[in-house]
């Protein structure tokens, strides 16, 4: 019997394939199950929606392999089937039904987490100009300024506050609008309702500001689409992408790393004693309080090999970077929270052709939201934080989600 | 280990050549933030080498790019 049919077999009955991802964790405590599942196999069979058979990944090694390997698409209409008692969110299938034509002809011109080759490559190209280390530097000083103002609004509201909708929101929003050159009448509107309209609403937006913002172009990334000399669908595409990716993840880094200082007040001290800290604070967050239980979805376009892994073609791919993050044959006390560890290698920002476009940025957001934060209000306690339980997964594919985090000082 | 960095300091007069490939080059910026003599980006956020061939006091930084590079961009040939 060859490898390949054994497999298929073992597959078939398959008694210790997954049920579904392993959500009874959150991002600062995983499950248990993924240090049991990376001891046994850098990869496990998960079950998919319509029924299907694919792969958990939970080793570092693999996972950097997998995430860089161009035989595995992020082309993937399926999702990890659930687990436990948690609701599944809201699949992007039904946000799809609320949009009109138009909308989904520029999705799929310029959706980049959903396509690979020449024309992810060129929308991508389009994108990262202005989130290019040298161009991030040139704008630390309007970032902190941005939290600066946010801060002073945190204080006037008065304790207790939640980190999470009063700050971390807030500052990730504004920075957003400033880095893509949203123009000033629509800011605060963006900030307020962008992220809870419905998908049709947002692209109506995103249509309103790409056309205000072609009379007026700037030194900002929507700017750089609208001179890219894309097709009008592509622009509007890639303006909704830059619009409604990213943000949100550097809000639940803000938060995360909020709560993580906060209940190890040795690291908090640390950082207080010696703000030198900060950068690799940060980069040390983005490995240990990492929310992806699962990245994006991939798909075997053919039968995929990495040294023992094997995929059939067809087959879904789940890359786990809390998994991965807390590996500890890349990572060593991976369970420990040490803001003076190198963690860089973390699969925070992902990695691969599809790896986080506004990482640069997202950095000095986090470390100017934070920095500023702790060296303001020393006194600073935390009194509750949804996200030490475990919460209904925030995306399919396996995301945790960031919920309150009430602070008193 | 020992015996790595015990090469390291004794790399002197050793030659490596760094190759990028600016086809590959996802424009992460990864290169530029942790080797920063070494590397750079174009206007377009593209990788640019500054120094194609370091001498042995940047060369672990090079390394260092290199393993961190998402889009494995980058190569050393000793």
């Given at each position: 019997v060859d490898e390949k049919t054994r497999r298929a077999a073992a597959a078939a009955g398959?008694?210790?394939?997954?049920?579904?991802?392993?959500?009874?964790?959150?991002?600062?405590?995983?499950?248990p199950t993924l240090r049991e599942l990376r001891a046994n196999g850098p990869a496990t069979p998960m079950r998919y929606t319509g029924d299907q058979l694919g792969w958990f990944i939970t080793d570092y090694e693999l996972a950097k392999r997998a995430l860089a390997d161009?035989?595995?698409?992020?082309?993937?209409?399926r999702f990890p089937e659930r687990q436990g008692e948690h609701p599944r969110a809201n699949t992007p299938d039904d946000l799809h039904t609320q949009m009109d034509e138009q909308a989904m002809e520029s999705l799929s011109a310029a959706n980049v987490l959903g396509m690979d080759g020449p024309q992810h490559d060129k929308i991508r190209r389009a994108m990262i100009t202005r989130f290019m280390v040298k161009a991030v530097r040139g704008r630390r000083a309007e970032v902190r300024a941005i939290v600066d103002r946010q801060l002073e609004r945190l204080l006037s509201l008065g304790?207790?506050?939640?980190i999470t909708s009063q700050y971390a929101r807030p500052v990730s929003a504004y920075v957003h609008c400033l880095v893509l050159g949203v123009p000033e009448r629509f800011v605060e509107g963006y900030v307020a309702d962008y992220e809870e309209s419905p998908f049709q609403t947002q692209f109506e937006l995103v249509r309103e500001v790409v056309a205000e913002k072609a009379q007026n172009l700037g030194e900002d990334a929507l700017s750089d689409l609208l001179r890219a000399g894309l097709t009008d669908r592509e622009t509007e595409g890639a303006a909704w992408m830059l619009m409604s990716v990213g943000r949100d993840n550097v809000e639940r880094m803000i938060s995360t790393m909020m709560v993580a200082l906060l209940s190890h007040p040795d690291q908090l001290a640390l950082l207080q004693h010696d703000p030198a800290l900060l950068p690799g604070a940060v980069e040390e967050i983005l490995r240990?309080?990492?929310?992806?239980?699962?990245?994006l979805v991939r798909t075997a376009t053919e039968d995929v090999t990495i040294e023992n892994f094997a995929a059939e073609a067809g087959q879904s791919v789940s890359v786990s970077a809390v998994a991965a993050n807390r590996d500890p044959h890349r990572f060593d006390d991976p369970d420990r929270f040490d803001v003076?560890?190198?963690?860089?290698?973390?699969l925070g920002f992902g990695f691969?052709?599809?790896?986080?476009?506004?990482q640069q940025l997202a950095r000095v957001e986090i470390q100017e939201a934070v920095g500023a934060l702790v060296r303001t209000l020393p006194q600073v306690r935390l009194l509750?934080?949804?996200?030490l339980e475990p919460m209904a997964l925030?995306?399919?594919i396996g995301l945790h989600d960031t919920g309150t985090v009430l602070v008193e000082w | 280990m020992l015996a790595i960095y015990g090469r390291w300091t004794s790399t002197e007069g050793s030659r490596v050549k760094i190759d990028v490939s600016k086809e590959s080059c996802?424009?992460?910026g990864q290169c530029a933030l942790v080797a920063e003599e070494i590397f750079d980006q174009d206007d377009d956020g593209i990788v640019v080498l500054l120094d194609e061939t370091p001498g042995a006091e940047l060369q672990p930084l090079a390394r260092r790019a290199a393993a961190l590079c998402p889009a494995r961009a980058i190569s050393i040939r000793e």
């Open positions: 398959c008694p210790h394939a997954l049920a579904g991802l392993p959500d009874d964790g959150t991002q600062l405590q995983p499950s161009e035989r595995l698409t992020i082309k993937s209409e304790s207790p506050a939640d240990y309080g990492n929310p992806f239980l699962g990245l003076t560890r190198d963690a860089f290698g973390h691969g052709p599809h790896s986080c476009v506004g509750h934080a949804e996200q925030a995306s399919p | 996802v424009g992460a």
